[in-house]
């Protein structure tokens, strides 16, 4: 699945780079959100699977999040400076040989699976439900924030989406071989877990959109210049999946996710407070830095505690259903966060400070929901903590 979907990927970004209409580009950036959901669940069950639960597992995980926001870093500097030199095609035809050499890598260094004794079906009419349902979920938001959340056609898409999502658990329920068995939703930290992945990328991680609208449209920055903005913020994150990583295997995963999620929130509420009319790049970045080292501290101890207590050979179930979570919460985050902005915009005020206004409601929203889960994290169930095997030296 790894293998297949680097290759997906890859396939995706060229259609995407040769494009000649906009409808291509969407149909390219569908398939690569096909590629991209087959390859991250398989990505955290392969670590899972490889590494034994406690200070193995946790070092992974940090390693694994360190190269993940090194990836952020890059692509937020190297994307634009593409754009700036080669133009967009470039964006999409730089992932081809990417992805082919770490399929090519994946091929030599990871072993492969132990064959599976028992056949499986498919679960088409569960992938089916729950696809459209968390779909008309996502829309029912967005339509909302346009038409408006007391009109009928706001009403019926909602109870529509309520109805197609109970449907599918209703197929996983009798299924035989469902496509999400209940049966793992007993996991407190599995559960928990996946809100918390819904939380982490419905504030943290839908803040770039306003951020690169803010630096372009109200700074004036070039992509290029946009791309360096986010350079140091990316750096410090990268930063703090590593201290995350050494507070998880010294206070354990509960208060490392808690922290990182409390200094997140603290940076972005930073954010809000400085954004006023003629404030500059200068009078953000320490509420941009703060909310970075926040965000890294959180991300790899979310993804420890999705896999705690679940079998080996259903790892990669966890991960697609943390996974999920993980994009439909960016969805409805970044359409909820949209929708705030767009209800608090004045329309006296002139463009760029209506525009400085309805992003720092946003921002303001994306705080209060990610100190949100802070106060989630405290259902988590501890962890055994890894402290007692290591030496603080380790720390």
């Not at 079998?311 to 929708?339: C, H, K, P, R, Y």
């Not at 915009?345 to 309805?358: F, K, L, V």
Request: with cysteine; glycine share 12%.
């Amino acid at each position: 699945m790894f293998i297949g979907a680097l290759v997906l990927f890859a396939a995706a970004s060229l259609l995407g780079g040769l494009a000649t209409s906009p409808t291509l580009i969407v149909v390219a950036r569908a398939i690569q959100g096909l590629g991209a959901a087959l390859l991250f669940p398989s990505t955290v069950a392969l670590v899972n699977v490889l590494f034994a639960e406690g200070p193995e597992r946790v070092r992974a995980l940090g390693i694994w999040a360190l190269f993940g926001s090194c990836g952020l870093t890059l692509g937020s500097l190297i994307g634009g400076v593409l754009v700036s030199l080669f133009g967009w095609p470039s964006v999409f035809l730089v992932n081809v040989p990417l992805c082919l050499l770490t399929a090519t890598g994946a091929l030599v260094a990871i072993p492969f699976d132990r064959p599976l004794h028992a056949r499986r079906s498919f679960d088409l009419p569960g992938a089916v439900t729950v696809t459209v349902g968390a779909t008309l979920l996502v829309y029912t938001i967005v339509h909302g924030g346009q038409a408006g959340w007391a009109t009928a056609s706001t009403a019926a898409l909602a109870l529509l989406a309520v109805f197609v999502l109970l449907a599918f658990v209703g197929i996983e329920a009798r299924g035989r071989d469902p496509l999400m068995p209940l049966r793992l939703l007993k996991s407190r930290n599995l559960c928990v877990g996946m809100g918390l992945t819904a939380l982490y990328m419905g504030t943290f991680f839908a803040l770039p959109y306003f951020e690169t609208l803010l630096f372009q449209d109200a700074f004036g920055y070039s992509p290029m210049q946009t791309g360096l903005a986010f350079l140091l913020p990316c750096i410090v994150q990268a930063a703090g999946t590593q201290i995350g990583t050494r507070m998880t295997n010294w206070i354990g995963v509960k208060p490392t996710i808690i922290v990182g999620f409390m200094i997140g929130a603290a940076g972005t509420a930073a954010i809000a407070a400085c954004l006023v009319p003629g404030a500059g790049y200068v009078d953000l970045v320490a509420g941009l830095l703060i909310g970075s080292l926040g965000q890294g501290i959180a991300w790899g101890p979310i993804w420890i505690a999705v896999g705690s207590d679940i079998a080996d050979e259903e790892q990669g179930v966890a991960s697609a259903m943390a996974s999920t979570t993980f994009q439909v919460g960016g969805a409805i985050g970044l359409a909820l966060l949209i929708a705030v902005s767009s209800f608090f915009a004045d329309p006296g005020a002139n463009g760029t400070e209506a525009m400085i206004q309805s992003i720092r409601y946003a921002i303001t929203a994306a705080a209060l929901a990610a100190l949100l889960g802070a106060v989630f994290a405290l259902l988590l169930r501890p962890l055994r903590s890894p402290a007692k095997t290591m030496p603080m030296s380790e720390f």
